[in-house]
């Protein structure tokens, strides 16, 4: 069953049992409250992206080491462009599975949030 399907499945069964969706469903809550950057975006980050983007490896000329580099592709787009596998942008990680989607969420949640240093 491709993941589309069962999404709109889950959607469908969980309408049907609304008031015990928690407890049915732990795993599909994507909290998106205060979105901490050492607690999740650095982790994130480091365990995706860092290989390349370091500052000793700088590919593509991109560092996302340290939080102000971060927040320099936070603020041009091009951070989300690429996670989000917008087009126009190149899909991150190169060569490798795109983020989840609670992953993304909550990243964009962490600049909407205002790249806290939290
Ligand atoms: C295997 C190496 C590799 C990994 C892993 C990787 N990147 Fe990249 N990234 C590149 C290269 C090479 C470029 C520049 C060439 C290109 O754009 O395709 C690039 C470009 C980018 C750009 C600029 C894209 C644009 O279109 O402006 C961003 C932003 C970026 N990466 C973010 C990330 C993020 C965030 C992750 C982790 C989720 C990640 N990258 C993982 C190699 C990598």
Redesign the pocket.
């Given at each position: 069953m491709n993941k589309y399907l069962f999404l709109v499945l889950l959607t469908l069964i969980s309408a049907c049992y609304y008031d015990v969706e928690e407890e049915l469903y732990p795993n599909e809550i994507c909290d998106t409250q205060e979105v901490s950057y050492s607690g999740f975006v650095k982790p994130?980050?480091e365990d995706?992206?860092l290989?390349?983007?370091n500052s000793g490896s700088n590919?593509?000329n991109?560092t996302?080491e340290g939080i102000d580099n971060v927040r320099i592709?936070s603020a041009n787009g091009?951070?989300l462009?690429?996670?989000k596998h917008e087009p126009?942008?190149?899909p991150?990680?190169?060569?490798?599975e795109k983020?989840s989607d609670c992953q993304i969420t909550k990243i964009e949640a962490w600049i909407n949030q205002g790249t806290m240093d939290n």
């Open positions: 994130v980050l995706n992206c290989i390349c983007h590919m593509g991109v996302l592709y091009r951070l462009g690429a996670i126009g942008f190149s991150m990680p190169q060569g490798n983020l």
